[in-house]
């Protein structure tokens, strides 16, 4: 498995998503569930629907922050639309 990677969370209280990266995802995503995420924990319950694996962290980051832009969300529930 590649070290580093960006994922989606659905927010089902309030239809949004949440975008995020981490090097440990099942730990991550440990963390949001039990609301030891700020970000997230008024915002539960969530859904992981979506991941992606990078071997270079800053190619990670970079991923991240285009989804969390304008195109990049528009990309994002293009690609995700079924799911949506």
Known sequence: MLPFCIYV???EKDNLLYIGFTKNIENRLKDHHSAGTTSTKHRRPLKFIFTEYYLIEHDARNRESYFK???GK???????????
């Open 9 to 11: 969370l659905f927010s």
């Open 69 to 71: 832009t304008s195109p």
């Open 74 to 84: 528009r990309v994002l529930n293009l690609m995700l639309r079924t799911t949506l």
